[in-house]
């Protein structure tokens, strides 16, 4: 089914990338030491993992009766012991074959597919064994739901099911190939935008590390490099330049010249909802905030506004050398995106910063800080209570309390 989509859509040299990819592919993986991933299922003999990382797994067509050709063609069974498959490939294996298996290893549970089920997935052997298939309306006449399944933290699993539209994807095998490449050429570019919005801070840290004029500018060789080593891909990203917002020409307008790198990062802020809709509110009531305000008198300070009255001077210097809005910082703390950021974020983010600026804080003291950052004490800083205290010389002024 999957070749004849691909030579139907896109063409045999496609296809014949994604078998060389296919065979480069793990065996088998393990998630935290516990839970063991397979294509198929175990293998007439018990096995060690090691006798996996021996396997030459760099063939299209495993070998008649291998421990690969079982890994990819065995299938679990409700009676007990090992059988025949009907797949003349592969066994068939029951529930002590499974819980021998996890017993020896230290594994709470299998994840496989291999087998297409009505609901998308199955469970067996006392729920040690999980069966998911992906692919929905399998050959587009089964009817069957498709389904993944993730983990949580505590690896508690959860399946997704999902039914894929029949009429959907006979609009899909319409299209013109040239349609479709456009499409998946798209999807890449939005994952590589993606990429970039959540590394903007490593990637001015690495240009800034190369650059040789001391003015913001690097060579679109150095441009290409940079996004390669700090998004960890090798993607021929000059190619694809006029899709990021690459200019035509550089900096003194000759072709092909120099890049300003934090012109063109500016291009890659991230946009949560919630975030943009507090900066919008908290601007529009600027005024009114201002002729109410009240100047407090100043106050002893203790070392934790001590230490909050460094970091503020802080982010106003990143802000000011970097050409960061507020907004943008903020973002960069909020690794999740949910419009708040936590202490742990905080750290990861600050931990970030000092190799772009440095920072006589300790984590101890940014500790201390975000506490007491934490007007409403829920253990997280959201976008207001931010923005009220690291007011920089771009935005309103900072409280007279800690100026």
């Known amino acids: 089914g999957f070749e004849k989509e691909v030579l139907q859509k896109y063409s045999p040299a496609l296809f014949n990338m994604f078998s060389a990819l296919f065979a480069c592919l793990p065996v088998a993986t393990v998630i935290n030491d516990k839970i063991f991933v397979v294509h198929g299922g175990l293998c007439w003999e018990d096995f060690e993992m090691a006798e996996l990382d021996a396997i030459d797994r760099f063939h299209e067509i495993p070998v008649p009766g291998s421990m690969l050709q079982q890994l990819l063609w065995s299938d679990p069974q409700k009676r007990t012991g090992r059988r025949r498959s009907k797949r003349k490939a592969g066994c068939r294996f029951g529930p002590d074959v499974v819980h021998r298996f996890l017993e020896t290893h230290g594994f709470n549970m299998i994840v496989r597919s291999h087998e297409c089920k009505k609901r998308g997935h199955k469970w067996m052997h006392d729920n040690k064994l999980l069966t998911v298939f992906s692919a929905s309306n399998y050959g587009g006449r089964v009817g069957n739901d498709g389904a993944i399944v993730t983990f949580d933290t505590a690896l508690q699993p959860n399946v997704i099911q999902y039914y894929v539209d029949s009429e959907a994807a006979r609009d899909s095998a319409k299209k013109k190939p040239s349609q479709r490449t456009r499409e998946l050429q798209q999807a890449v570019i939005d994952k590589i935008v993606e990429r970039i919005s959540r590394n903007r801070l490593a990637l001015i840290r690495y240009y800034h590390e190369v650059e040789d004029k001391n003015d913001n500018t690097v060579t679109r060789k150095e441009w290409e490099r940079g996004l390669c080593a700090v998004l960890d891909v090798e993607i021929p990203f000059i190619r694809f330049g006029d899709k990021l917002g690459l200019p035509a020409l550089g900096v003194k307008g000759d072709v092909e010249g120099r890049v300003d790198y934090i012109e063109f990062l500016s291009r890659f802020l991230p946009v949560n909802k919630n975030l943009d809709k507090a900066w919008r509110a908290s601007h529009d009531n600027d005024n009114d905030n201002d002729e109410k305000r009240e100047v407090a008198p100043p106050l ?104």
């Open 300 to 403: 002893p300070r203790t070392a934790s506004e001590k230490d909050k009255a460094v970091l503020i001077e802080y982010i106003d210097q990143v802000c000011y050398t970097h050409r960061f809005e507020l907004s943008s910082l903020f973002r960069f703390f909020d690794h999740d995106g949910d419009g708040i950021i936590s202490k742990q974020e905080f750290l990861n983010g600050f931990s970030s910063l000092r190799d772009v600026q440095e920072l006589s804080l300790t984590d101890q003291q940014i500790e201390r800080v975000v506490d007491s950052l934490d007007s409403n004490k829920n253990g997280c800083v959201d976008y207001e209570e931010f923005f009220v205290n690291f007011e920089t010389r771009h935005g309103r002024s900072l409280p007279d309390t800690i100026a």
